[in-house]
């Protein structure tokens, strides 16, 4: 399935104040709604992912998988800012007919979500069935929920919580802070603040796995002064990342995340929880250092039609992603 492209050419304004003379989203849909678009599931994804869920999240989504294209109307956007074909840095900027890079203003959450409601507009989407996202997505899911209280009938929020924390912004300032120590982060150029963003990786796999996973996972069993399976692991996966993103896009995405703060403005967070409407599965990873169990406990204690399952798995905040079967077996009987 190739992503598809909406483009609206009427400005759009962001939180901070200033405005996008247009917005472009990128997203991917799988299968057909219903006549009475009972059968919509809305897939909002996480840092670095993009629309495509069957390619992300196999898992659950594709031929013969629990969210089949045979029987669910699938709808994916990628999330203002990113790099994966939305608004972000390497975008073009239509005052000056050439990418934004750095200059690509500051988004948050909320910003994303108003890209996702023109997105639903534009597909003619009045009803959501389920709305699924993990992490970064559930920040996503918490927000639209509450803007728009009657359009999802069920949620499931994975590895999230109403306010981004205190750990988790300064993990993040530290990942900018290696990201800016490359003197080329701010070119203007795809491939700006790609040592940045390797040191940025590294820094965010010790944050999605923990302690006992590396232990078993990465330990050498032969004595050695250099070269250690651990390290290249690091080395490895921050390879990864700069094939397929962008520095730029990191920087932006990470503090958009520290942004989350359901209740900004709002009053109290039990109170705006409070006015979540949806049926609610919150699902945390017993092992998740990044986004612990306690905060979807949380959650689940103030989302009036909430409930909490702990899925047990030694892969941290990645097991969201890792415990397909699992997470499988809880939606099963929640859908």
Not at 49 to 61: E, K, M, Q, T
Not at 107 to 129: N, P, W
Not at 302 to 313: Q, R
Request: charged residues 20%.
């Amino acid at each position: 399935m190739s992503v598809h492209k909406y483009i609206s050419d009427k400005p759009f304004p962001l939180e901070n104040g200033q405005t996008l003379p247009q917005v472009e989203i990128a997203y991917h849909t799988y299968g057909t709604p219903n006549t009475d678009q009972s059968n919509v599931i809305w897939v909002c994804h996480a840092l670095t992912a993009n629309s495509d869920p069957v390619d992300w999240w196999h898992g659950l989504f594709g031929e013969g998988k629990l969210f089949d294209p045979g029987e669910y109307f699938i709808v994916c956007a990628n999330i203002l800012g990113s790099c994966y074909g939305s608004s972000g840095p390497l975008t073009i900027n239509p005052a000056t007919g050439k990418p934004y890079y750095a200059s690509f203003p500051q988004v948050t959450i909320r910003d994303m979500v108003k890209a996702h409601q023109l997105l639903k507009e534009h597909l003619g989407i009045s009803k959501i069935y389920l709305g699924i996202g993990g992490s970064m997505g559930g920040y996503q899911l918490l927000e639209w929920s509450y803007q728009e209280p009657e359009l999802f009938n069920k949620l499931c929020l994975l590895v999230t919580s109403p306010q981004e924390s205190a750990w988790g912004i300064a993990v993040h300032e530290t990942q900018r802070l290696a990201i800016e120590a490359d003197p080329t982060w701010n070119d203007d150029s795809p491939n700006a603040g790609a040592a940045g963003l390797k040191a940025a990786r590294g820094i965010g796999m010790l944050t999605y796995r923990n302690y006992q996973t590396f232990k078993t996972t990465q330990t050498d069993n032969e004595e050695k002064l250099e070269g250690f399976r651990a390290a290249s692991y690091i080395s490895y996966q921050g390879d990864k990342l700069v094939k397929r993103f962008n520095a730029q896009t990191y920087w932006i995405l990470s503090k958009a995340m520290d942004s989350h703060y359901l209740s900004r403005n709002r009053g109290k967070i039990e109170d705006v929880l409070a006015q979540i409407k949806p049926e609610t599965v919150v699902i945390g990873i017993s092992s998740d250092i990044l986004c612990p169990l306690d905060e979807q406990k949380y959650l689940a204690e103030h989302i009036p039609n909430g409930k909490l399952v702990e899925i047990d798995s030694p892969y941290g905040h990645d097991g969201f992603l890792v415990e397909a079967e699992k997470i499988g077996e809880v939606l099963k009987v929640f859908i």
